[in-house]
């Protein structure tokens, strides 16, 4: 059983960066991808980014580009998210997803979730 656990989230003013991570245990699978998604009250789920098994191609939501890069560090089995310029808008909890498919931008090709961390953009 794939486990997932993320870190770094918090408060942040506007205009503000964060980093999550995400560092996964169990049968991992460094061919596999892996992924952030976001869900704000009220809204659905939605796709942050996505990183292949290789960390060779991403996807990112169209919200945040220019803004996020995602990465991979696959000696230590972690994901991250580098998130700068910060909006209220980006306030949501945020959650990290792994696949056993090489690359995956849907919610539901993705098998195995962390439990979440909160990110509050606010001054």
């Known amino acids: 059983q794939v486990s997932l656990a993320e870190y770094g989230g918090g408060l942040v003013q506007p205009g503000g960066s964060l980093r999550l991570s995400c560092t996964s245990s169990g049968p991992t699978d460094v061919r596999h991808a892996m992924g952030w998604f976001r869900q704000a009250p009220g809204e659905e789920r939605e796709l942050v980014a996505a990183i292949s098994g290789s960390g060779g191609s991403t996807s990112l939501g169209d919200f945040v580009k220019g803004r996020f890069t995602i990465s991979r560090d696959n000696a230590k089995n972690t994901v991250s998210l580098q998130m700068n310029s910060l909006k209220p808008e980006d306030t949501a909890v945020y959650y990290c997803?792994?696949?056993?498919?090489?690359?995956?931008?849907?919610?539901?090709?993705?098998?195995?979730w962390g439990q979440g961390t909160q990110v509050t953009v606010s001054s």
């Open positions: 997803a792994a696949t056993e498919r090489i690359i995956a931008n849907r919610g539901d090709e993705y098998g195995y």
